[in-house]
């Protein structure tokens, strides 16, 4: 195996060599797997978050600029989410500066249904494009994992997962697949402008997702639908801020209302091969014994 792989301690010659990728949230479900994908193919990855060795944190501009020296692409995730108020000036601010110290192309994740990602999808795209710089869109909602590296793990463990979804039906995405289109967009041509939204390939419901998992683990767990009032309550007894609180709110109203009840053709486009579905997702979960281990560390 060979151990010289591309790292932070070598993007002094990035310009001439293999150009430096930024990767936002890389301690996330995505930004990992993104960075994971890139080191894999011998690309210099910096991974940034707030703990990181170069930190960057949306909330203090200052350490913008230091994350970005260097850098020629960059995949962009805002937390906690686009859709909250503060989200499109922050991305302006980011885009305006990243445009500005020569970032050739950026990889934007935003949200399906959410009227302030949209907002942001525009002012990256129209800032990079007057900017001459590439810029894709890769827009996704619920992730599949969320059952299995996100809060729901825990209930899945519990062998009751109660949530303020009724019949609404989602087409989860693999974040397997969003990771994939988003490496695409940061090292291959042909993707700038595109706006793909990503879905898998079948709508169901919370509680079809969470039969498939049932079936596929053989633990007994059942899906109960809450109400809204009743899940809010249940987050501000566990501690959660408001701001958190209101945004699980939002998506579990705003978003998860039905308008998002269809399959796109995303990750065909992107990748040119079908979205993984859940059954395939929940399969190679327990293969990796996610919910297994997880119980062993419980």
């Known amino acids: 195996m060979n151990t010289a792989m591309p790292t932070e301690t070598s993007t002094h010659d990035a310009r001439t060599a293999q150009p430096l990728t930024l ?5 996330g479900k995505t930004g990992r797997r993104v960075a994971d994908r890139l080191e894999a193919r011998g ?3 910096r991974r940034a978050s707030r703990s990181a060795q170069v930190p960057f944190d949306w909330d203090d501009a200052t350490t913008w600029e230091p994350a970005l020296a260097g850098v020629e692409r960059v995949y962009v995730v805002y937390t906690p989410d686009l859709a909250v108020p503060a989200a499109p000036a922050a991305i302006q601010a980011f ?16 949200g399906r249904g959410e009227e302030e990602a949209q907002r942001c999808e525009r002012i990256v795209l129209d800032t990079a494009a007057a900017g001459g710089v590439d810029a894709t869109v890769v827009r996704a909602s619920w992730f599949a994992q969320n059952f299995s590296e996100g809060p729901f793990a825990e209930l899945v463990l519990s062998g009751t997962v109660a949530l303020p979804a009724g019949d609404v039906r989602e087409p989860f995405v693999d974040i397997d697949d969003v990771a994939d289109v988003a490496v695409a967009a940061l090292t291959e041509d042909g993707h700038a402008g595109e706006v793909y939204e990503v879905t898998g390939p079948e709508l169901l419901t ?5 039969a498939r998992i049932a079936s596929a683990s053989g633990r ?28 699980l709110e939002y998506l579990f109203t705003a978003v998860l209302d039905g308008h998002n009840a269809y399959v796109t053709d995303g990750v065909q486009r992107a990748l040119g091969r079908a979205p993984r579905s859940f059954d395939q997702y929940a399969s190679d979960a327990v293969a990796d014994g996610v919910w297994a281990l997880a119980t062993q560390e419980a």
Do not use: H, K, N, W
């Open 206 to 210: 919370f509680g079809d997702a969470i």
């Open 23 to 27: 990767v936002l949230a890389a301690t």
């Open 43 to 45: 690309l210099p990855v």
């Open 220 to 247: 007994p767990v059942e899906y109960v639908q809450i109400p809204i009032d009743a899940f809010t309550a249940g987050l501000a007894d566990a501690g959660l801020p408001p701001a958190m609180i209101g945004l």
């Open 95 to 110: 885009t305006d500066l990243a445009v500005r110290l020569g970032v050739r192309r950026l990889v934007l994740l935003s």
